[in-house]
């Protein structure tokens, strides 16, 4: 496969000059016949292209994390005037970490009638891909591919919202601090593009309610997590990074829960995206059951393990955001 970068699905292919493609009108033979194209090629594509996601205005140097903030205690927080959103942020984090069981229910219900006939693709990259003109590419995405990924009993093993960075409209910048033993250094990742996927099991607080956390099953959901990150960033345009959170799980030795993100910049995953999907993730999604066995298990391993974080949300004091705090586990 080429290594020139493929344009977007849903933006405009440029019209090739014709006065270098087509002969001078007095060269031209009298039958016309196969020297003019039975369609434009052009009209195979959208006129027109809509970012995602609305550009918001860029912070300055002053409005820079202190990392103070982040290690800031409820207790400190407390002293002086409180920030003006806090009651909001600590009601939208509580959404972000524990979505209703009926809304979930809902959402399960409309996958389980998910629609698996594969359209043709516009390049060799993948066997399928978002229509144009059919909505939001990265609903498409997920209506694609969570029901594809299920658990030993056969239900659908998560339900999967994605969008824009935020909760309840409040924008959230991913802030990346590396463990203590290499500095506990913080890295604001102010990026304009993010798209962010939540899977949602339907137990308490989204945890995944059959069976016991594993090590299949947090493969599983990484390998899903991955093929989300490699559409959005193949048919969705200018994204910048993608962020997925797992459910939460109940470690085995703490018995503490976990609250574990993946996140993905183009950079992280540029073979898969220049070469063909069946590459890394051939099909079909392999189950429960034959997991282990995937020959691509590998693979999925390698690009993901190093992209895992411990995640949380933390409420910006002097800016209407929130940063998600995504923490480099001491085992990386």
Known sequence: MSDEPRNSLFEPTPEPDESETRPALQDRPEDPAGTKPRHDPAALLPESHEPLLRPRERT?????????????????AAVGAAPPHAARFQFVYGVLIGVGIAALAAAVLAFSGHDRTQTIALSNWSSWHPTAGAGDPVQQIV?????????????????????????????????????????????????????????????????????????????????????????????????DAVTV?????????????????????????????????????????????????????????????????????????????GYLVLDTPPSH
């Open 245 to 321: 959170l797992f459910p939460p799980a109940k470690d085995a030795k703490t018995h503490k829960l976990s609250h574990l993100a993946l996140f993905f910049r183009p950079q992280d995953v540029e073979p898969s995206l220049h070469n063909p999907l069946a590459d890394t993730l051939p099909g079909p999604t392999p189950s429960m059951r034959n997991l282990m066995r995937s020959k691509n298990l590998p693979i999925v391993d390698s690009i993901t393990r190093p992209l895992q974080f411990d995640f949380s949300v933390t409420q910006d004091n002097t800016n209407n955001r």
């Open 143 to 239: 209506g694609h591919v969570a029901p594809e990924y299920r658990l030993a009993s056969g239900h659908q093993a998560v339900a999967v919202t994605g969008g824009p960075s935020q909760i309840e409209g409040i924008p959230l910048v991913v802030a990346l601090r590396s463990d203590p033993a290499h500095n506990g250094d913080v890295s604001i990742l102010d990026h304009d593009n993010v798209v962010l996927y939540r899977m949602c099991g339907l137990g308490k607080d989204c945890s995944i309610s059959e069976g016991k956390p594993s090590v299949q099953r947090g493969l599983l959901l990484r390998r899903e997590a991955l093929e989300l990150a490699l559409y959005t960033f193949s048919y969705v345009k200018d994204i």
């Open 60 to 76: 300055s140097a002053a409005q820079e994390l202190d990392e103070n903030a982040i290690e800031q205690d409820a207790g400190a």
